[in-house]
């Protein structure tokens, strides 16, 4: 092999990897192996979101019987790249309507995969719990959708 070919191979290698990286970065969203608690930063404005009624409706099909979800916010979290905590008071039964519901998705306008984060979720709904390694009531987003709810 000539020395302009073994480069032109390596030059192709390297691409080629450079690809795959992009698209295992793509499958794996590393930035949910290396969180922060950005919820510590000062001065920082929040952005409460609207939830659609399908969204709220999707939530609420976990929900225990007579239990509903009432002024519904969002915050898209910062230590995730498509993870947003959605929060609700929990009307309905035995419920006071102080207690917060909090969950997460992907999306605030669709249906999807949903995890209960708080203690309020995870015992009025049946969806999975989600309160673990990667997303957790410390990231940012779980206490900014609840102060989006509660004014505090």
Known sequence: MTKQRVAG????FLGALIIIYGIYIELFDHDELNLTNSSSVTNETITCLDVSEETIEWIELELIEGVA????????????????FISGFLVGGELS??????FT??????TGLVYAISREAK?????????GERVTTQNHGYSESRNCISGS
Not at 97 to 102: F, Y
Not at 123 to 131: A, H, Q, T
């Open 97 to 102: 309507g102080d207690d917060i519901g909090t």
């Open 123 to 131: 015992r009025y709904s049946n969806w999975l719990e989600g309160d």
């Open 105 to 110: 998705q992907q999306n605030i306008t669709d």
């Open 9 to 12: 191979n390596a030059v192709i």
């Open 69 to 84: 979800l009432e002024n519904v916010k969002a915050v898209k979290s910062n230590d995730f790249r498509s993870v947003y």
